[in-house]
């Protein structure tokens, strides 16, 4: 520490010891005057005698400094100067700097928020998510790609099971909530005991739900999220007691979760506890998630292994009622195929932000060999000077270390401006991200990425500035100094390093080109694809839950529906309206089972898995999904409950070979049902996204039973309206549509209004958001490597004027010099565009997940990409080469 004061003081003592030698000198000189010396003879005696002043000073001043860092300190003084001197050049490679360092920055705080970060859980590693395959259950994958658990399931294996600490089952709802202002429907998270003790975060206030909340005659209590609490009771933290009436039920709060928790990666409003009955449950009713704490020492093997024992003591225990196989589901050879919990809350978005971690990498390679070019030119200017000082002694280290100094602060210079880029970077990630992307609010510039920034910084600095380093810095560079001070016609060695870079520059932009058209031509063909309904954006979408509690019987609860199709109907502007359980690319929950043909035997199979939608009358002429043959439910038919169905095409298809032979045909969902007939066949509609495959669909009726008696029917309670008129989405329109409803029933509040133009937009935002990210990242490396190839041409036509005005003398015409520099603009572009259609080939192959309707390799873009790379390396070289045709040869050799 005191050395440090030392340094800081080092002035006064500089003064002290100058004043302190200057002392000595006058005494000496005043004894040698004494002893009869004149004045000037004494001085000269005493300095003779004394020594070399500054020589002394430097020596007693060497006490109080830091050699190294002083001459540091001097070389940075000397780099900032010098880039003060240049300061086109310094903006240039800064803002160059910015744009890469900061995109990278912000695609790696996406990365770091959603893929490096754990999960904010305690212990998160110990977290696992039980999922169960069942490739024995034909059909099931087309719209489900695991097998989901059912409450006798986690009954047994949360009982059972010798590899957790604690387990439990939710699911994604919704409740109606009144009393409280305006009727509102919220999102509400099912939970079974044992989800919040595995989860293992404490309550803000109040309590958690416990086993005793889930007893169907327990406590009635639920808890709220942080931002419900908020919004709704202002924070108050009175609001742990109180009753609201949830679903037309009351029910105590029992606490408020913390700000930013969820439940796996599903954001909330209530957390409902989910009432089970040991005595009524049954084998089927797979419909929720289940998630773990493994015990330590456990790891998910021999979790899995657990739980696969558990499968026949879980057939054994229960039955789907009197006379019904319990080991039938052995045919759908159920395994365990547990996972960390964090790959659940990432899903596929994890390939996504890697490729485009990548192509912003890739960007920031392009922008450091453009700065390498700049410095390389720069150093060319300063090779005599360079020259000059590596004769006059100065070391390898000593000009090396000069340079790379320069190269480094530009470095940090220009990831101090890529933060401020990073940041509007991120504004416009959020803006763009998919839903899908998780912990999408979370992303922020934290340390982590300040530190990834600084480093990056360091390292592109290093990585451009090694470059003219290794070109000027060698030992062997003291002997040029006479070459270095004569004029040359070029310097063919320094032109092969700037013509290397611009190959890979070049290389490296057509590998995104080539990526960004392929995604632009996968957005194109994804916007080709009819997704079974039309017109989307005159498609006005609403959610609407009739809870049990407040309508029992199911024939009342669709009267209540029909009368509000009739009301909506009738607002000015509306031309049809319909209803059913789930609208395409929604997300809703699906309902699905397997159906059974007339006349076939399924001794020896299994019948295939089929998505299932209740539907209302009207329905699908509103939604604009076209009947391929038949013709549609009538209201007289759903009342008197009559067994008809509808098939999606691809069903009539593979069940009787064509829709037309389909209708009259009958089926069954299972033994004991009636046989329904087929009235009519709609066109396959691209449930889960126009990507993915239509899915084989039984359209119901919205009332169903296996007998008109009223006890057996049952009712679609949550069902989205649709609504077709040319004034979707206006806000005129929403009050009208409420105040619809309103009329009908005060206390059943509306959600999820939409046009189904906006959720045919979100189905594909994960395509438009890597399209949007490898578009930007191709422009920039199209608009970096054509600087690059500008910049170089200009450098040579700079270099060879004396070579230019030579030939000009003797009778070259202006053509043949153009035509000469530009084609070696196109040489450099031809190598470098070969070596990147062989990148592209192997990157593309591990892309082509991402691709749809088009080929990973397609020919067509494999060729006009490097067409138009070319012809714009053409266009940038033929600019500055058309200079070369104006010099005038006169003054090009008076000035050699």
Known sequence: MSRFRRFFSRDRRYDDLSVSIQEHLDERIEELIEEGMSREKAERTARRDFGNVTILQERSREVWQWQRLESLLVDLKHVCRRLGRSPGFAITVVLTLAIGIGANTAIFSVLNSVLIRPLPYPEPEQLVSLHLNAPGAPGLAEFRNELRLSPSMYLTFAGQNRAFQSMGVWGPGTASITGIAQPEQVNTALLSSGILETLHVPALIGQWLTAADQDSHGLGRVMLSYGYWQRRFSGDPAVVGRTISVNSQPRVIAGVMPRGFKVVNYDFDLLVPLALDPVKEQLAGFAYRGIARLRPGVAIPQANADLARLLNVWMDSWSNGPGTNSHFYLTWRITPALEPLKETVVGSIHTVLWVIMGTIGVVMLIACTNVANLLLVRADARQQELAVRSALGA?????????????????????????????????????????????????????????FTLILSVLSGLFFGAIPVLRYAPSQQRPTLLG?????????????????????????????????????????????????????????????????????????????????????????????????????????????????????????????????????????????????????????????????????????????????????????????????????????????????????????????GDSPAPEKLGAWRRVYFAIRSDRAGTQ??????????????????????????????E?????????????????????????????????????????????????????????????????????????????????????????????????????????????AAALASYLPARRSAAVDPVEALRAE
Not at 405 to 420: H, N, R
């Open 395 to 451: 070391g390898r280290w000593r000009i090396a270390r000069e340079l790379l100094l320069e190269s480094v602060t530009l470095g940090l210079l220009g990831g101090a401006a890529g933060v401020a880029v990073a940041y509007g970077g991120l504004h416009l990630l959020s803006a763009i991200g998919p839903m899908e992307l998780p912990r999408l609010s979370e992303i922020s510039l934290d340390g982590r990425s300040i530190t």
């Open 484 to 704: 270095a001070m004569r004029t040359s016609s070029g310097n063919r060695e320094s032109q092969r390093g700037r013509n290397l870079l611009v190959m890979a520059q070049v290389a490296m932009a057509l590998v995104l080109l080539i990526s960004a058209v392929l995604m632009i031509r996968t957005f194109r063909a994804m916007r080709n694809v009819d997704p079974g309904f039309s017109n989307p954006a005159s498609l006005q979408v609403m959610r609407l839950s009739i809870p049990e509690t407040l309508v029992s019987d199911a024939t009342t609860t669709v009267h209540l529906q029909n009368n509000i199709l009739d009301k909506l109907a009738a607002i000015p502007g509306v031309s049809s309206a319909g209803f059913a359980a789930s609208v395409p690319m929604s997300g809703a929950e699906p309902s699905w089972d397997q159906i059974l043909i007339e006349g076939k035997d399924y001794s020896a199979e299994n019948p295939p898995m089929r998505l299932y939608n209740y539907v209302s009358p009207g329905y699908f002429h509103t939604a604009g999904t076209r009947l391929v043959a038949g013709r549609d439910f009538t209201w007289a038919e759903v009342y008197n409950v009559r067994p008809i169905g509808i098939l999606s095409e691809s069903l009539a298809h593979e069940l009787w070979g064509s829709p037309g032979i389909a209708i009259g045909k009958r089926f069954r969902e299972f033994p004991g049902m009636p046989w329904h007939e087929v009235v009519g066949v709609v066109q396959d509609v691209r449930e889960n996204g126009v990507d993915q495959v239509s899915p084989a669909t039984v359209y119901w009726p919205s009332l169903l």
């Open 732 to 761: 005129t329109f929403i009050n009208e549509m409420q105040q619809a409803v309103s009329s009908v029933n005060a206390n059943l509040p509306v959600a999820a209004i939409s046009t189904m133009q906006d959720i045919y937009s």
């Open 763 to 871: 189905s594909m935002a994960r395509t438009s958001f890597t399209l949007v990210m490898l578009a930007m990242a191709g422009a920039m490396a199209l608009a970096l490597g054509i600087l690059g190839i500008y910049g170089v041409i200009s450098y040579a036509v700079s270099q060879r004027t004396r070579e230019i005005g030579i030939r000009i003398a003797l009778g070259a015409k202006k053509g043949e010099l153009v035509w000469m520099f530009v084609r070696s603009a196109l040489t450099l572009t031809g190598v470098g565009t070969i070596i990147g259609l062989a990148a592209a080939a192997a990157l593309m192959r591990l892309m082509q997940t991402l691709f749809f309707g088009v080929s990973p390799f397609d020919p067509i873009t494999f060729m006009a990409v490097p067409v138009a790379l070319i012809a």
